[in-house]
């Protein structure tokens, strides 16, 4: 019987060691980098544009991986934000020290599942190693265990849920076993100006806001000693969880942890700390007062692609409890391998198949070293603060506090006698905008206090001196041709 024998279909370029096509990307990455000083800090085309370019038909072929990359290079042209380089002040955004880059490039090379010691041997012994060194340099307590995770957010869902096996636990209830249903209702005491990640973290973890009680803060967004104290002592015998910030997104501004932990600690409270950049103000002698007494608290969430300068999808858990860490990630089944004297990232982990995203971590900190993590923190500090003093005071903007850490607020107030709060609010988000359309630096705003302000957040390892002046004039500049 005669069979048809189907000709193997050769996808283009896979028949090669794929060497030209990485070769390409290293030379297009790097081309890139070296024109951050002189590119737009801002987009330079709208959606319609981009759509437009990649929004395409999916070939029924496949096309050659050189071909791919090309168009892929050449078609977000003027869609990549300039959140690599200096100038770039919104929101909370780090950029990319050479050695992670460069770490995080191989990390994709080598492909590996750092799920388990057995999957990934290298990068369990790699994630061990730099998680003693963030613990040293954070200054955690050292039997503290840790998970790397995708950022922050995830970071508050693992410890959260720490918490919420060790609160539960202290009532009796098993919640890996027996879930919320039934249970006695857990109570998060939150200071309000948290995070949004951290109300998405409790959602995931079957705990609402109604759940959620908001303690009042002062002036500066620090939660107030008294306030707390007040709600703590309401329901004194329900499963407690407080959520603490170092590093208000506004201000900068941290918890008074030495005043607050102790307090919570007497009510049986698991204490939480938001740390996702203010965490690192322990790094630097000049600013640790910031967060005296924060290694009492139960767990910390904070960033490695934010101020440590990783490349995204790389945050840090740590919990002073292991047992409850591990009780709430730990998985274990028969076709996995478990190697009881290795470190398997999913008994701290929320995921099962990860990037070994340790290795972008363990370069940052080797090239930094701890010296170079204290001078990158006290350097962008400086920055926020010498960009928000000047700015302050160029005619037609207002300093609205002192800046704190890497944080600075201005706003542009509208000079008219009557102008209403409306009116300022409408002056600084066009003068925001306008300042975005010099494309010398990018800026974000936010709502403080009532007042509409732009936030200026330093948080690059490139900023320089030379980036601080070239800004300054820049919104001289616009507030200058301003009508
Ligand atoms: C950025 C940020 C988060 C969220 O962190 P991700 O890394 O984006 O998940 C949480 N809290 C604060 C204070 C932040 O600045």
């Not at 200071?191 to 990640?197: I, L, R």
């Not at 076709?335 to 370069?363: I, Q, V």
């Not at 409408?426 to 003068?431: E, F």
């Amino acid at each position: 019987m005669a069979t048809t024998v189907k000709t193997p279909q050769v996808l283009p370029g896979t028949t090669e060691p794929n060497e030209e096509v990485l070769r390409q990307a290293c030379e297009k990455a790097i081309a890139y980098l070296a024109k951050l000083d002189a590119a737009p800090v801002a987009a330079t085309v709208d959606r319609t544009t981009l759509r437009a370019r990649l929004d395409r038909p999916l070939g029924e072929q496949g096309i050659a991986a050189e071909q791919v990359i090309d168009d892929l290079v050449a078609d977000v042209e003027g869609g990549i934000l300039g959140t690599a380089g200096g100038r770039f002040f919104g929101w909370v955004i780090g950029g990319t020290l050479p050695a992670a880059l460069a770490a995080d490039w191989l990390t994709s090379a080598w492909d590996q599942n750092a799920g388990l010691y057995a999957t990934a041997p290298a990068a369990a012994v790699v994630e061990e190693a730099a998680g003693a060194w963030l613990k040293e340099i954070l200054r955690l307590p050292k039997q503290a265990s840790f998970g790397l995770v995708t950022g922050c957010q995830m970071a508050h869902a693992t410890s959260l849920a720490a918490a919420r096996h060790w609160v539960l636990a202290q009532h009796g209830w098993d919640v890996e076993e027996k879930g919320l249903a039934g249970g006695p209702a857990i109570r998060v005491l939150a200071s309000d100006q948290k995070h949004g990640s951290v109300m998405r973290a409790l959602r995931l973890l079957g705990i609402g806001r109604a759940q959620v009680v908001d303690i009042q803060t002062d002036a500066m967004d620090r939660v107030v000693p008294e306030a707390l104290a007040e709600e703590l002592a309401r329901t004194p015998e329900t499963p407690t969880i407080l959520v603490l910030q170092a590093g208000d997104i506004n201000t900068g501004t941290c918890d008074a942890f030495e005043t607050l932990i102790p307090m919570a600690k007497r009510h049986r409270a698991w204490v939480h700390v938001d740390g996702a950049f203010g965490l690192w103000a322990a790094a630097s002698a000049n600013h640790r007062h910031m967060v005296r007494g924060v290694e009492d608290a139960d767990s910390w969430a904070t960033d490695g692609h934010k101020w440590l300068n990783v490349p995204y999808d790389c945050g840090y858990a740590f919990v002073a409890h292991p047992e409850a860490h591990q009780a709430a990630m730990s998985w274990r089944a028969s076709y996995l391998t478990h190697d009881g004297e290795a470190r398997d990232a999913m008994e701290w982990n929320p995921e099962f198949s990860r990037r070994a995203r340790g290795f972008a971590t363990y370069a940052a900190l080797r090239q930094l070293g701890r010296a170079g993590v204290c001078d990158l923190v006290e350097r962008c500090c400086r920055h926020a603060k010498s960009l928000g003093e000047r700015m302050g005071q160029l005619p037609g903007a207002e300093l609205l506090c002192e800046p704190m850490l890497n944080q600075a607020l201005v706003r542009f107030p509208d000079p008219r006698a009557n102008a209403t709060e409306e009116d300022h609010a409408k002056r600084t988000d066009a003068t925001i905008a306008a300042i975005n359309a010099t494309s010398e630096a990018f800026f974000t705003g936010s709502t403080w206090k009532g007042r509409r302000v732009m936030r200026i957040s330093v948080s690059n390892w490139r900023t320089s001196q030379e980036d601080v002046d070239r800004v300054v004039r820049a919104v001289e500049s616009v507030l200058k041709n301003r009508p």
